[in-house]
């Protein structure tokens, strides 16, 4: 893992007010979870196993593959295995199974550097920890079993239940009806810009970016929105702000 220069990642946790924060929205997968895992998937081991099972030439894979990717990038089909096995089985002569496909990978599954202690010490703080993702549940619950996000949080919301993906004012608006918070005192950290930019446009006060989501990948240019990169750093800064 790159880790990031000290004096920029404890000057931009340093930035947010933890006495006027009561909850805390925590994306998954890029956030609180190494997005080694899905790159890995997606960009390389599912479109080779895809074009062994379609037999297709690997121009014309490659091509469905992008078209599909590109065409739903930011809805909620984007994320939906269900989807992607109903777009894609009748290429495929045997059967396409994603999450069997994941669990050949699972092993990538892990949490970013310094995640339960921050939010054991979120759950300290009295913070409400709250997970808001757009993966699959049967996504979610290959990752639930191989970190124990579950014990460390104290509510879960999925887009594919709520009907919407983070990045449509609709997601926001839902949740508001079912999450008791205040978008003045809340604080989403997500590697996500749009998911971002949506929530800003709902009123959620403080916002904080990922800058390098995957380990093995190059890091992101998060602007307009600050990063919140060094959990370890926000820790400290939590303890600090108790004093």
Not at 77 to 98: H, I, K, Q
Not at 177 to 196: E, S, Y
Not at 198 to 225: K, Q, V
């Amino acid at each position: 893992m790159i880790d990031l220069p000290q004096t920029d990642a404890t000057s931009l946790s340093h930035m947010l007010s933890w006495n006027e924060i009561d909850t805390v929205l925590l994306d998954m997968d890029g956030t609180l979870l190494d997005l080694d895992f899905d790159s890995r998937f997606w960009k390389e081991f599912f479109p080779q196993r895809y074009l062994e099972l379609s037999g297709l030439e690997p121009d014309e894979a490659q091509r469905r593959l992008e078209a599909r990717f590109e065409g739903l990038r930011g809805q909620l089909a984007w994320y939906c295995l269900d989807d992607w096995r109903r777009a894609l089985a009748p290429d495929c002569r045997d059967e396409l199974d994603l999450v069997k496909l994941k669990r050949e990978l699972a092993r990538h599954i892990r949490y970013r550097h310094g995640v339960p202690d921050f939010l054991d010490r979120l759950g300290g703080a009295g913070k409400q920890r709250v997970l808001v993702t757009n993966a699959h549940p049967a996504s979610v619950d290959l990752k639930f079993e191989h970190v124990d996000l579950p014990s460390r949080l104290d509510r879960i919301f999925n887009a594919h239940e709520i009907g919407a993906a983070k990045e449509s004012a609709h997601f926001w608006e839902r949740l508001a009806d079912q999450l008791h918070f205040d978008p003045d005192r809340t604080l989403l950290v997500d590697d996500n810009l749009a998911a971002l930019a949506a929530a800003e446009n709902f009123g959620i006060r403080y916002l904080r970016a990922i800058t390098l989501p995957d380990s093995h990948g190059e890091p992101m240019d998060t602007a307009p929105f600050a990063a919140l990169d060094d959990f370890l750093a926000a820790t400290a800064e939590l303890l600090r702000s108790d004093d």
